[in-house]
């Protein structure tokens, strides 16, 4: 399996704050392009969605390691398995570090045809994270 990687992002808030943000599906909904993304749900725990031309999916978080990293995967309705990481490090009083990998489930050939929308997501979710007011 490849990994997708977002470049390191800085986000302008304590590990702590940025942690206790990402760390409920709820939150999320400030951060995903709603252009692409729609019908989202969610709660603390897990989420779900419709993803144009490919259809419904969800996640759910299954590591939580406080003020640096949350792991999350797929769920069993999800058609293509994936599992993301989204790791942070603190580097000041209010400055956060932030990298997000997503490694799917998937042959080459698929790979080639979702690595380069993966990479988009992964662009923009930590653009959004630099932006957000937490």
Known sequence: MSKIESRIGVIKYNDEKV?????DFSNFSNLIPGDKITDWQADREKCSFSIAGIGRAGLKYVEKDPFKLIKIASDENTP????MWIQLKNTGENETKVKVTIEPDVNSVMMMMIKNPMEQFLERLVNEMEKFRF
Request: hydrophobic share 45%.
């Open 80 to 83: 293509m398995h994936l599992t």
């Open 19 to 23: 942690y206790s943000f990402i760390s």
